[in-house]
Structure formats: structure tokens, C-alpha cells
């Protein structure tokens, strides 16, 4: 039996780059045979088993056939006679195609440290084109490691299109895809993760309500980028400036949905695109499966985001309307959120990098003083429902009609 660490933790130990998790192969042995060592077993398409101690994988080193369309369709063969080669091989890309045993030593058939030294994602082998999860690893990883100058190698870019050419991506399942797009949304630039599956033609079959934003124009005076679909991968980089929250960073890629459902002898006007998203997050969010408090937090940030960009328009009355409509008392922390998405929104155009954001600062000054409003004297007069929210509305209303706004 010979155990190897293996797939990332090889990776980003050679790139000095932070990691948790770490993966281990075991060679030469049987499943009887871990078993008998206390490990226990978790695989249920192959042998895979927690270390009693640690809790890390260990897996059985396993090749793969083909038998059937999408990353289930395979035959798993694991054997004391599979080679630490043979694993490796059948891992998407060379990078990931390293082991490290016991002394140190660096295993590398597949030339992954060259790869890393000249920042090239490239898969290891034509395997790679039977499973479609891998389009959206390669783009993940693109994500992860922009900031560093990685590029897709052409060919790998040239196989990941054959793919979605031959309908493999169809074969993906809604869990998967949302799994791997929420772990991008948390890498340093997830826009990465976005413009390589649009690069390839993934990103219309994966999530076409975004791609569709592409070549949509908006008008010139507002948004000096024009296209939407531009102005929207914007957004999502100024997103990642103010928030590490992956849900904040999801409601900014989801604000101008609603863009994509104006009839194009309307364009570049985009009239009451903000509630016309609201439908298409719902589908993309049910679709998916997002978590419902991804879905909220979008639905909210497209439905109420102009009103932000109109702040020193609205009258007293509509800015509680608002706040109301944000349930900015009774969840702050959503409405701080909604506020980060809307920041990146109005900084995401060419030229408003660093513009200010008084807009913002107007309704947090209004949401602390309604939040902050002594309602004792109203509340204490037991007047009936409909009576007492009258009153509390017209306190709230008082308290607002004395914000100031900026000269």
C-alpha cells in the first residue's frame, strides 16, 4: 500500500497559494484492507474512504470508462493493480495531475509544474471531454487564478467548445452547476468564471439570461460601456472590491436580468427592466436551485436598485414606501447587502470607478432614523390595527421630511 497527497494541495503548495483541504490516493490496496485499518467508507460510485483521525479522503486508485452521457455516466474500476499514472490520468487538467508521496518528492507524468510555471490551464488527456463538470472547473480555476496571469490553453479552449458543440453540457444537472458557480462567485474574479463559458458557448445553455445581456445596448449617457452584458461583468468586479459575501455578489450579477426582456425596437431604453427581472431571477434561482436567501437578496436588488440611483428624487413618502418595501427595519443586514449591490452597480460603468455615493448614504441616514424612532407614545395608546399603523406612518413620514439632502 502507497499513499500519495494528491489534485490541489500538490497545486497550490508549487503556487504558495493558501489551501485547506488535502486529497490522498492509496495504490496497491483493496477496500478490505482499509477497512481493516479503521478507515471508513463514504464512496458510493467508488471507493472512497475518511481517515479515522483526520477525516481526509483517502480513494482507491480507480480508472474510468464511458458508458453513458454526463459526469454519471462512467464505469469505475478500482484495482491494487491501478498505477498512480493510471489515476492520474483520468484528472482534468495537468495541474491537477500531480501526487506528492511521503518524502516530499514531487510525481509528475503529466508535466503539471511546467504548466504552473508558465500559467497554463490544460487538460491532460481527450478524457477530459467526457464529462461536462470539467467546463466548469477549467472556468472556475480561470477564476481563481486570473490574478496570477493563468490563460486556458487554446486546445483545451478548442475542446471545451467541441463539447458544447456535441451537447454534452446539456447532460448537466442543476445541483452541479449551481455547486461550482457558487464557489466561483467566491474566488478573487468571478467574472472569469463567466466570460470563459460565454468564450466557449457554455454560458447560453448553462445560464442563458445572462449570456442574452451580451450586445444589448443601454444609453450612452448612463452607461458610457453600452453593452449590458459588459456593464453586468462591471458590476460583479465591484462587487468583489466591496464584498466577499458570494449571495451580494450574486444579487449584482442578477440586477439587470430584466434588460434582456426589452423588446429590441425599445432599445437602448430599458423601461421598467428592474420589475421585469424579478420573474426571470425566479426561474434562474428555481432552475438552479439557488438557496432562497440568493434568491431574495436578488430579487430585491433588481426590483429596488433604481431607487437608489433616484435617491434625491423621491419624495418623503416614497423613500418610506421604499425603505418598507426593503423590510430595511426588520432586516438590516439584507438591506446593507442590497446596499453593497447597489454601490457596485453605480460604480460599475466606465468612468464611475470612484464615483461618490451619496445616493447610498441617504438611505442608510434614512433607514437609521426610522429605525431609531421613538414610537412609545403611539404605541402605548392602544389604538386599533389600522389606526396605529396609520399613525406609526405618519410619525416615520415627520421623522424623514427633516433628512437634508447634500447641496
Known amino acids: 500500500m502507497q499513499i500519495y497527497l494528491v489534485g490541489g494541495a500538490v497545486r497550490d503548495q508549487l503556487l504558495n497559494f493558501p489551501f485547506q483541504e488535502k486529497d490522498w490516493v492509496v495504490v496497491g490496496a483493496t477496500p478490505e484492507q482499509m477497512l481493516q485499518q479503521n478507515f471508513n467508507p463514504v464512496g458510493k460510485d467508488f471507493p472512497v474512504f475518511l481517515h479515522p483521525d483526520t477525516k481526509e479522503e483517502y480513494a482507491l486508485a480507480r480508472t474510468e470508462r464511458k458508458t453513458a452521457p454526463g459526469y454519471k455516466g462512467f464505469d469505475i474500476f478500482a484495482s491494487p493493480d491501478v498505477s498512480l499514472e493510471d489515476d492520474l490520468l483520468r484528472r482534468d487538467l495537468t495541474i491537477n495531475a500531480m501526487a506528492q508521496d511521503k518524502d516530499g518528492n514531487i510525481i509528475d507524468p503529466y508535466h503539471g509544474q511546467k504548466d504552473l510555471e508558465n500559467k ?120 468583489c472590491l466591496l464584498s466577499d459575501d458570494p449571495k451580494v455578489r450574486f444579487a449584482a450579477l442578477c440586477h439587470d436580468l430584466g434588460k434582456g426582456k426589452t423588446p429590441e425596437d425599445k432599445w437602448p431604453s430599458h423601461h421598467r427592466h428592474e420589475q421585469l427581472g424579478i420573474p426571470v431571477i425566479k426561474k434562474v434561482c428555481q432552475r438552479l436551485r439557488a438557496p432562497n436567501d440568493y434568491r431574495d437578496l436578488a430579487v430585491i436588488t433588481s426590483d429596488m436598485h433604481l431607487h437608489i440611483h433616484r435617491a434625491f428624487e423621491l419624495k418623503t413618502e416614497t423613500l418610506l414606501n421604499a425603505l418598507e418595501r426593503l423590510d430595511a427595519i426588520r432586516k438590516p443586514q439584507r438591506f446593507e447587502e442590497f446596499l453593497i449591490a447597489c454601490i457596485a452597480d453605480i460604480r460599475g460603468r466606465t468612468g464611475y470607478e470612484n464615483c461618490e455615493l451619496s445616493q447610498v448614504d441617504h438611505f442608510r441616514k434614512a433607514q437609521k432614523i426610522i429605525a431609531n424612532l421613538d414610537l412609545s407614545d403611539i404605541t402605548q395608546q392602544n389604538l386599533p390595527g389600522p389606526e396605529m399603523a396609520n399613525a406609526i406612518r405618519k410619525a416615520r413620514i415627520q421623522a424623514l421630511s427633516d433628512l437634508k439632502q447634500p447641496n
Open 120 to 239: 497554463i490551464l490544460r487538460h491532460v488527456s481527450d478524457a477530459f471531454n467526457e464529462d461536462p463538470v470539467r467546463i466548469l472547473r477549467v472556468a472556475r480555476f480561470a477564476a481563481r487564478y486570473h490574478h496570477l496571469g493563468f490563460t486556458i490553453a487554446d486546445e483545451t479552449m478548442q475542446l471545451m467548445q467541441s463539447m458544447v458543440n456535441n451537447h454534452e453540457v446539456d447532460a448537466l444537472v442543476s445541483e452541479r452547476v449551481w455547486q461550482e458557480m457558487h464557489k466561483a462567485l467566491g474566488e478573487k474574479d468571478p467574472q472569469v468564471f463567466f466570460e470563459t463559458l460565454r468564450q466557449c458557448d457554455a454560458l447560453k445553455c448553462i445560464f442563458p439570461e445572462l449570456d442574452i445581456l451580451f450586445g444589448i445596448p443601454q444609453p450612452e449617457k448612463y452607461h458610457p460601456e453600452i453593452d449590458t452584458g459588459i456593464h453586468t461583468m462591471m458590476v460583479l468586479q465591484q462587487a
